[in-house]
């Protein structure tokens, strides 16, 4: 069991739909980032919320980090083919060493023209 | 670009070779990780360091060694290879370790394939 899990793994809509992808875990974070990834490439910081309830928007893109911080989401609006791509959501446990940051399984999505 | 450089791209060799993997991290950074992507696996946290001393270990296998040197680049060095090593390997950087919610910045990334 992965201590971040994204839902859905994976996700296909059609240009101008909306789509939600979700991150929980059980246990509690000091923040949560969302990342996301090309086909053969790094993952790009897409956004950090680091505090309970926080709610950041960056274009149609919607961040929500849940009122305990054990969970965020990831809210597309309108979504573009543009956005295909994997989502990543990682976090730091509050009790970690350093700054490990601990991934989910990710989400691929695709949109599609 | 997110100013994190990775060498080579690309690396193909057979079981039991060793190879060695470079990283520079983003100028100013003094963390650097290293992760492991493979198709079932996700990303796997490997190492940190943390200007030139080891701060947090994951699932690295005894088999992996790295360091990170003066000038704050690292290197990931992989020895008796296998077929189930083959995989995607990252590097990323941060400015300082300690702030929990500092951000990681990753480079582009090596592909190792272990024939």
């Known amino acids: 069991t992965q201590l971040l899990e994204q839902s859905p793994q994976f996700l296909s809509i059609q240009e101008g739909e909306n789509l939600t992808v979700y991150c929980n875990s059980s246990?509690?974070?000091?923040?949560l980032q969302w990342y996301r990834q090309e086909p053969g490439e790094g993952p790009v910081l897409l956004v950090t919320v680091v505090t309970g309830g926080e709610v950041k928007k960056l274009k149609r893109l919607t961040f929500q980090f849940g009122d305990a911080r054990k969970d965020s989401s990831l809210h597309i609006t309108a979504a573009q083919p543009g956005d295909t791509g994997l989502y990543l959501c990682?976090?730091?446990?509050?009790?970690?060493?350093?700054?490990?940051?601990?991934f989910g399984g990710g989400t691929r999505v695709l949109v599609k023209p | 670009d997110s100013g994190v450089t990775q060498t080579p791209k690309h690396l193909i060799t057979a079981t039991g070779q060793r190879v060695t993997l470079r990283c520079s991290p983003r100028s100013g950074d003094l963390s650097v990780y290293w992760y492991q992507q493979s198709l079932d696996q996700g990303l796997q946290f490997l190492i940190q360091?943390?200007?030139?001393?080891?701060?947090a270990k994951g699932n690295i296998l005894e088999r992996f060694s790295a360091q990170q040197f003066p000038d704050l680049h690292s290197e990931l060095n992989l020895s008796s290879l296998e077929l189930g090593d083959s995989a995607l390997y990252f590097c990323?950087?941060?400015?300082?370790?300690?702030?929990?919610?500092?951000?990681?910045?990753f480079g582009p990334g090596t592909r190792l394939t272990v024939l």
């Open positions: 990323a950087s941060s400015v300082v370790s300690g702030r929990v919610w500092n951000e990681q910045f």
């Open positions: 246990s509690v974070f000091s923040s």
């Open positions: 360091y943390y200007n030139g001393e080891e701060r």
């Open positions: 990682a976090g730091v446990p509050i009790k970690a060493a350093g700054n490990k940051l601990t």
